[in-house]
């Protein structure tokens, strides 16, 4: 199956922030790839919940023990046109994307050198070929694969229950998480942005290294005018995560989007000393 069309929603956003328009203009190039993107034959991976769920009581991603057939040609188009934006934007990593392209055109390296390993994106021999940040690393395996893995992980979505998976990294491909929703009923769900997958996770937590001193937990608040959005930050890892409360902003987009469209709260957390992993392009071209 295709990625869902983000079109609408991200044209939305971009109502609301007009402001960004010009700024935010290369994601919504790579929403457009997206939802054109269809697969050369099927992807999806035909686990049944017995399968799933063993895994995760492990605590093992299913791509970790599963990982999908992506051909290199199957995500090309979609990895150039996103190594075209980091070009376009960051000082100095030509000669990096241009030793990608060609170790990827010899086969050297192939989509499987971008998904996740436990502690990273992205296969450390790919950035040891090519001398790429970790950080362009990471926005080129969101960029180019996210259409693929979610085909290949959307039947498994409904046999996760709220109780099968207790940690921080996505359970369906093993990502550390780009976004935070508070759910009507309180709770608190973690994205994605790799896969498309959503798990819930502990509020009084954190999702990158696991403390729960409250001490450690700190919410930064943007402007008043952005009611329900807040930036956590973790004292104990220095790294931080957006978070929309929908209960107080009913009417937001996916998280993706949502994500994508609010480079402003990152300045903020940035400003206060945090990081994040799969860092926005805006603080690519910034230098990290």
Not at 29 to 41: D, V
Not at 99 to 120: N, Q
Not at 225 to 245: F, M, N, P, S, W
Request: glycine residues 10%; proline residues 8%; aromatic residues 8%.
């Amino acid at each position: 199956m295709p990625s869902p069309d983000l079109r609408e929603e991200w044209a939305d956003l971009l109502s609301r922030r007009p402001e960004f328009r010009a700024t935010l203009a290369p994601y919504g190039e790579i929403l457009e790839r997206w939802a054109r993107w269809e697969p050369a034959r099927p992807l999806a991976l035909a686990w049944g919940a017995a399968e799933c769920r063993e895994r995760w009581a492990r605590g093992v991603p299913l791509v970790a023990e599963a990982p999908p057939a992506i051909r290199a040609a199957d995500v090309e188009d979609l990895l150039g046109a996103a190594m075209d934006h980091l070009a376009a934007l960051t000082d100095g990593i030509l000669p990096g994307l241009e030793r990608l392209g060609e170790a990827w055109d010899r086969g050297r390296l192939g989509p499987a050198a971008l998904l996740p390993a436990p502690g990273r994106i992205g296969s450390a021999d790919l950035q040891a070929a090519t001398g790429l940040s970790t950080d362009a690393v990471e926005f080129l395996a969101c960029a180019s694969l996210r259409p693929a893995l979610e085909a290949y992980l959307t039947p498994c979505r409904a046999h996760l229950d709220a109780f099968a998976w207790p940690l921080g990294v996505c359970p369906f491909c093993g990502a550390p998480p780009g976004f935070s929703d508070v759910l009507e009923d309180g709770r608190r769900r973690l994205a994605c942005h790799l896969c498309g997958g959503g798990w819930l996770f502990s509020r009084t937590r954190c999702p990158f290294c696991g403390t729960e001193r409250t001490e450690d937990l700190v919410r930064l608040e943007p402007e008043a005018r952005d009611q329900g959005y807040l930036v956590i930050g973790c004292g104990a890892c220095r790294t931080y995560l957006k978070e929309l409360d929908r209960r107080v902003r009913w009417n937001g987009q996916s998280a993706l989007v949502e994500d994508w469209g609010s480079p402003h709260f990152d300045v903020v957390a940035r400003r206060a000393g945090y990081r994040r992993p799969l860092p926005l392009l805006t603080q690519l071209a910034a230098g990290g």
